[in-house]
């Protein structure tokens, strides 16, 4: 089968090619899914887990890419609750090949049903930004109707979901971008929107969550608005400063299948639009995965079709 593999992973996206590698096999509780669409994390490139096992060794040339949409194949010893010929999406194991490839090796319980009205296209853009964004929001910060959340990189794949699951549950959102990313963020719905570049993040003032993607000094200037009693959540890492009377959590995302069914049925039903910037055929993969401007959505690779 084709796959993208990282051939050098201190050049970044740059140092991937598509090149033929073996089929998998399923291990006990897998799946194998013949894969129809798949997205990418641009930083995935650098993560320990893509060149390396859970025991720290080297699994280079190793295929990259986590999110994932398409057709269950055959089941691995003792798997239940998918069957051959199921449409299906979610997010792979970290530490294994991953979904830029025509077939991947999925333990069964991190995998959903796809509704037959989705596309795959769609499919594979939502499981890593929608379940963060879910996860931050209301199993991390413990979201609440009638607070303020600022949310950075609201013109983002994580960010615009964060923004419309938030203000559905009744929250007001402050995001904050670019400067070009105003009309953008407030598009997906963010009720203000604030220029990281030239506006005063200070001048925002109490919030009750703040839902961090950038980290660095915008993370330690945000935990200090953080009224007594609120959460700042991160997939960055945390900084030195923290809120002086709140939580502080880091995270990373979990692939939870009744989870994806909740995002996916919000998408079916018109209350959450997908973010994609780029979709992509496979023969043009490597291009896509190198852009020459900056993106603000997903970008999917369609696999087949």
């Known amino acids: 089968m084709r796959a993208v593999v990282v051939t050098d992973q201190a050049a970044g996206p740059a140092g991937m090619r598509l090149e033929d590698r073996p089929e998998p096999k399923p291990a006990i509780n897998d799946v194998i899914v013949e894969v129809h669409a798949a997205a990418f994390v641009p930083t995935e490139v650098g993560w320990p887990s893509t060149v390396v096992d859970r025991a720290g060794k080297d699994r280079t040339p190793s295929i990259v890419g986590h999110d994932l949409a398409g057709v269950v194949t055959a089941l691995g010893y003792g798997t239940t609750g998918l069957t051959v010929g199921q449409r299906v999406f979610g997010i792979s194991d970290w530490h294994r090949d991953g979904t830029l490839a025509e077939y991947v090796a999925v333990e069964s319980r991190n995998l959903a049903a796809l509704p037959g009205d989705v596309d795959f296209t769609v499919g594979a853009s939502l499981p890593i930004s929608g379940l963060t964004a879910w996860q931050g929001l209301f199993q991390h910060g413990r979201l609440r109707s009638g607070q303020t959340v600022l949310a950075h990189g609201a013109a983002g794949a994580v960010g615009t979901m964060v923004t419309q699951l938030a203000r559905e549950a009744?929250?007001?959102?402050?995001?904050?971008?670019?400067?070009?990313?105003?009309?953008?963020?407030?598009?997906?719905?963010?009720?203000?929107?604030?220029?990281?570049?030239?506006?005063?993040?200070?001048?925002?003032?109490?919030?009750?969550?703040?839902?961090?993607?950038?980290?660095?000094?915008?993370?330690?200037?945000?935990?200090?608005?953080?009224?007594?009693?609120?959460?700042?959540?991160?997939?960055?890492?945390?900084?030195?400063?923290?809120?002086?009377?709140?939580?502080?959590?880091?995270?990373?995302?979990?692939?939870?299948?009744?989870?994806?069914?909740?995002?996916?049925?919000?998408?079916?039903?018109?209350?959450?639009?997908?973010?994609?910037?780029?979709?992509?055929?496979?023969?043009?993969?490597?291009?896509?995965?190198?852009?020459?401007?900056?993106?603000?959505?997903?970008?999917?690779?369609?696999?087949?079709?």
Do not use: C, M
Request: net charge negative.
């Open 170 to 305: 009744g929250a007001y959102v402050i995001g904050t971008g670019r400067a070009g990313d105003r009309e953008k963020a407030l598009d997906y719905g963010a009720h203000e929107f604030v220029d990281l570049e030239n506006d005063d993040l200070a001048d925002v003032g109490g919030v009750d969550l703040v839902f961090d993607v950038i980290g660095g000094e915008i993370q330690e200037k945000s935990a200090l608005l953080i009224r007594p009693g609120g959460t700042l959540v991160t997939v960055t890492g945390l900084g030195d400063v923290r809120p002086e009377d709140g939580l502080s959590v880091d995270f990373v995302v979990e692939s939870v299948p009744s989870q994806l069914t909740e995002i996916v049925q919000r998408v079916r039903d018109g209350r959450l639009r997908t973010n994609i910037d780029e979709v992509a055929g496979f023969d043009d993969v490597i291009a896509a995965l190198n852009p020459t401007q900056r993106r603000k959505g997903k970008t999917v690779i369609r696999i087949r079709g």
